[in-house]
């Protein structure tokens, strides 16, 4: 299995409620199609650096997961026809990059209990 990052970026006006809803969707996708989500970290409201389908502000929401290449097909296809999507963008990490984030996400476990 490949890790992935995923940025999405969601309609600004919806409530929270509904870009929660929507997140979860995604995580159900990935998740249903045999992957993992490794981290959802959410950036919230900024502003746009250009006009993007009327809109000048959007949700941001970073998302990093293991999962086959099928995967991605399947989300692309999904953001495609979902309409509080803006706008996507789905990188495969190389070797390199998925080795440092499984370091940092060990560090990050093995500092948690210590904290507690």
Known sequence: MNI????VIL??????EE???SISKIKDIVINAGGEVLLADMWGRRKLAYEIKKQNKGFYA???????????KKLEEFYKVFDPVIKYMV???????AKH???????????TPKEA
């Open 4 to 7: 992935y990052e995923n940025v």
């Open 11 to 16: 309609n600004a006006s919806l409530p929270d």
């Open 19 to 21: 870009i929660n809803g």
């Open 62 to 72: 970073l998302l990093i997961f293991k999962a086959p290449p099928s995967t991605v």
């Open 91 to 97: 990188i495969k990490l190389d070797p390199k990059q």
């Open 101 to 111: 984030l499984e370091k940092t996400e060990a560090a990050g476990a093995e500092q």
